[in-house]
Nanobody, 119 residues
Framework: QVQLVESGGGLVQPGGSLRLSCAAS????????MGWFRQAPGKQREVVSG???????HYADSVKGRFTISRDNARRTVHLQMNTLKPEDTAVYYC?????????????WGQGTQVTVSS
């Protein structure tokens, strides 16, 4: 059973920084992709950023240049460094882990961590 453990998040002023981390246990399959989605009140969940085991990354346009995702393959852990945070970044952030199996993708979610950007 794959489990995701998230850490980080909290309250920060506009322009500040936060770091989110997510560790996946119970999986040894490759290739995989791990990343973050977020959901603000009244809005749909949206992708923020992701990284594959081979290092390929992607970012939502709204966070490019401000957020950086990194990985530790040995620990199957990813970190999301969020800089220059804006009030519109306020949301619950969910870690997502996918095993990219032929013909199907196994999809796992963390419990979510709150990020609030406010003065």
């Amino acid at each position: 059973q794959v489990q995701l453990v998230e850490s980080g998040g909290g309250l920060v002023q506009p322009g500040g920084s936060l770091r989110l981390s997510c560790a996946a246990s119970g999986s040894t399959f490759s290739p995989w992709v791990m990343g973050w989605f977020r959901q603000a009140p009244g809005k749909q969940r949206e992708v923020v950023s992701g990284v594959m085991n081979d290092g390929q990354t992607h970012y939502a346009d709204s966070v490019k240049g401000r957020f950086t995702i990194s990985r530790d393959n040995a620990r199957r852990t990813v970190h999301l460094q969020m800089n220059t945070l804006k009030p519109e970044d306020t949301a619950v952030y969910y870690c997502n882990y996918k095993e990219l199996r032929p013909g199907r993708t196994s999809d796992y979610w963390g419990q979510g961590t709150q990020v609030t950007v406010s003065s």
